[in-house]
């Protein structure tokens, strides 16, 4: 699916990385301020697909490294 049809990916989850992925940050990084044993720099975003949130953690300043199983997905954007 995420070979052949990789074009499609940004299209289902349009919605979902505009609205949701911000929030999902805001939530990570509150867990990280209450649960962090020193500051968080570096993330590993695991199965990032073509972006997720690890361009919104960039921004915000992050050191970000996206993994997925798709080279497709990665390659993509």
């Given amino acids: ?3 052949k049809y990789v074009w499609l990916y940004d299209i289902i989850y349009k919605g979902h990385v505009e609205e949701t992925v911000p929030k999902i940050i805001d939530f990570v990084e509150q867990i990280f301020s209450i649960d962090a044993e020193r500051r ?3 993330i590993l ?3 990032c697909g073509t972006r997720g949130p690890t361009l919104g953690l960039a921004k915000r300043g992050y050191v970000v ?5 798709s080279e497709e997905l990665i390659k993509y954007n």
Avoid: P
Wanted: proline share 0%; net charge negative; aromatic share 8%.
């Fill in 1 to 3: 699916l995420y070979t």
């Fill in 40 to 42: 968080v720099e570096k």
């Fill in 45 to 47: 975003d695991l199965a």
């Fill in 65 to 69: 490294v996206g993994v997925d199983l």
